[in-house]
Structure formats: C-alpha cells, structure tokens
Nanobody, 127 residues
C-alpha cells in the first residue's frame, strides 16, 4: 500500500504546475484525498480536498480560483492543478487519503486522521 506525490518543481510567478497523487495497493476512488502544504518555518496547512467517489471538492481561501483538484479513477490518481502561482505558494506539498469520511466532513479532517500519506513534493515559485 503506497501513496506517492509527484510533480513539484521550480516555476516562475504566474506559472502552473500539476501535482499527482498516485495510489497503489488500494482503490483511491473510495477515499477522500486532502492536499496539504508546509512552508519553511510555518505550520502545515490544508489547501484542497476532494471527497470520495464523485463527491465535491473544497479549497482553502488562499488558493480558491487558482487550484483545481480532480480524479482519474482509471489511473488511481488525484491531481492538483495549480495556476497563477505566487511566491507564497512555495512549500512541500503532501497528499493524504482517508476512508469513511462523510462528504461534508472531508475538509475538516486533520492531517493525522488520514489513513495513508504521500512523501511530499517540493514546489518553489520564484523568478
């Protein structure tokens, strides 16, 4: 059982990146997935969540309108499309999967409540 985050890199302000969260050993479709980030010297924060199956997506105010979370069930993967990136988006991004949460509760899950975690991928937004 594994969850792997990838897709980070260096991008200029205003640019875009797509992060992937790929699962192996379990069916990601039946899990809620949260994306979190942690910048140097700051606490980890949640940025986006997508409920299980065909459930809704949620976004933190700081990324709303710029980030989009989606699923590709055939690839057992969740994506985080990040557009109009800002220097303050610089952080290590993590994905995590949780089984059993009601759709309305997904965005309130704490990081430690998830069942599986990816290893993190670094996003650097700089000119």
């Amino acid at each position: 059982v594994q969850l792997q985050a990838s897709g980070g890199g260096l991008v200029q302000p205003g640019g875009s990146l797509r992060l992937s969260c790929a699962a192996s050993g379990f069916t990601l479709q039946y899990y809620a997935v949260g994306w979190f980030r942690q910048a140097p010297g700051k606490e980890r924060e949640g940025v986006s969540w997508i409920a299980s199956s065909d459930g809704p997506a949620y976004y933190a105010d700081s990324v709303k309108g710029r980030f989009t979370v989606s699923r590709d069930n055939a690839k057992n993967t969740v994506y985080l499309q990040m557009n109009s990136l800002k220097p303050e988006d610089t952080a290590v991004y993590y994905c995590a999967a949780h089984y059993g949460a009601a759709w309305s509760q997904v965005r309130y899950l704490k990081y430690d409540e998830y069942n599986y975690w990816g290893q993190g991928t670094l996003v650097t937004v700089s000119s």
